[in-house]
Structure formats: structure tokens, C-alpha cells
Nanobody, 122 residues
């Protein structure tokens, strides 16, 4: 059974940091890219960052470049999203997902985890 377990969300003040984790199981981790998406109330889900598990290539949305860092621990089948200098506009439910190709759009993603809430207060 494929599982993607996102965790690490919470409430933080603007300027603070959080680290999200996505633990994957049930598929060959090295064959997939793991992406992070977020959805704020009343808005469409958007791609935030993704990483290729095979070669470590990383991709970021312009809105998070320089503030967020994605990394992967292949031994643990886990991807992390370190979020620094958080802003109120980063408030959203964050989802991790797995795709054969690294993209910041939803369509290639085969598997999705449940979301974790990130709330940034001003």
C-alpha cells in the first residue's frame, strides 16, 4: 500500500521557521520525485517545491525561492521541506506527493498524502 505521511505543520509567527517531513512507503522511492504543494483557503492548490530522488535535482516556486529548502534522505524514504522567514501568505495546508517526473504542477503526481496545516501569524 502506497503511503505518504506529511507532518511538521503548526502555528508560527511571521519570520519563524518550520520543517515539514514526508515519509514515503509502498513504492520504489528512488524512482520518484517528491513534491510539496499547498492550498490556502479559497485558492487553488499550487506547487511549492520538488526533488528528484534519483539525482537530487530541486525545483522551487518563485514565491519560496531563498526561503524554503527541500532535501531528501533516501535511506529513510523521507523528504523534508525547511521553511524559513515564513510569511502570513505561506499559510496553507501543505501536501506531499510522488511523481515519476519532477514538476511543480499537479497532473504528473500519482500518489498524494494527507495535508499538514501551516499557519503563520502576523
Amino acid at each position: 500500500e502506497v503511503q505518504l505521511q506529511a507532518s511538521g505543520g503548526g502555528l508560527v509567527q511571521a519570520g519563524g521557521s518550520l520543517r515539514l517531513s514526508c515519509a514515503a512507503s509502498g513504492f520504489t522511492f528512488d524512482d520518484y520525485a517528491i513534491g510539496w504543494f499547498r492550498q490556502a483557503p479559497g485558492k487553488e492548490r499550487e506547487g511549492v517545491s520538488c526533488i528528484s530522488s534519483s539525482d537530487g535535482s530541486t525545483y522551487y516556486a518563485d514565491s519560496v525561492k531563498g526561503r524554503f529548502t527541500i532535501s531528501s534522505d533516501n535511506a529513510k524514504n523521507t523528504v523534508y521541506l525547511q521553511m524559513n522567514s515564513l510569511k502570513p501568505e505561506d499559510t496553507a495546508v501543505y501536501y506531499c506527493a510522488a511523481s515519476r517526473i519532477p514538476e511543480l504542477v499537479q497532473s504528473p503526481y500519482d500518489y498524494w498524502g494527507q495535508g499538514t496545516q501551516v499557519t503563520v501569524s502576523s
